[in-house]
């Protein structure tokens, strides 16, 4: 059974930061792309970051620089350390396959990510 297991969100500062963990259970975890996104009230989910099976990472322009992905494949856990976290970005957060590459797999719960001003 595939499962997806976010963890690690909560209430920041703006300028906060946090990082989100991601477990995933039921698949080859090591041979898929990963991906972080985020669904704010009202909007559509958004891809916020990628990485590769070969940890290769790709960033909305909106939070490059601050956003950082990695992988432990050992752990079959995906991450995503935020920095200079701002207002507009609480939502909750999700982690799922890199959709521009592979079908999703059954979402998770999410996070709540909350940054107050």
């Known amino acids: 059974q595939v499962q997806l297991v976010e963890s690690g969100g909560g209430l920041v500062q703006a300028g906060g930061s946090l990082r989100l963990s991601c477990a995933a259970s039921?698949?080859?975890?090591?041979?898929?792309?990963m991906g972080w996104y985020r669904q704010a009230p009202g909007k559509q989910r958004e891809l916020v970051a990628a990485?590769?099976?070969?940890?290769?990472?790709d960033y909305a322009d909106s939070v490059k620089g601050r956003f950082t992905i990695s992988r432990d494949n050992a752990k079959n856990t995906v991450y995503l350390q935020m920095n200079s976290l701002k207002p507009e970005e609480t939502a909750v957060y999700y982690c799922?396959?890199?959709?521009?590459?592979?079908?999703?797999?059954?979402w998770g719960q999410g996070t709540q990510v909350t940054v107050s001003s």
């Open positions: 990485i590769t099976s070969g940890g290769s990472t």
């Open positions: 799922n396959r890199d959709v521009a590459v592979g079908l999703a797999l059954p």
């Open positions: 039921g698949i080859i975890f090591s041979i898929n792309a």
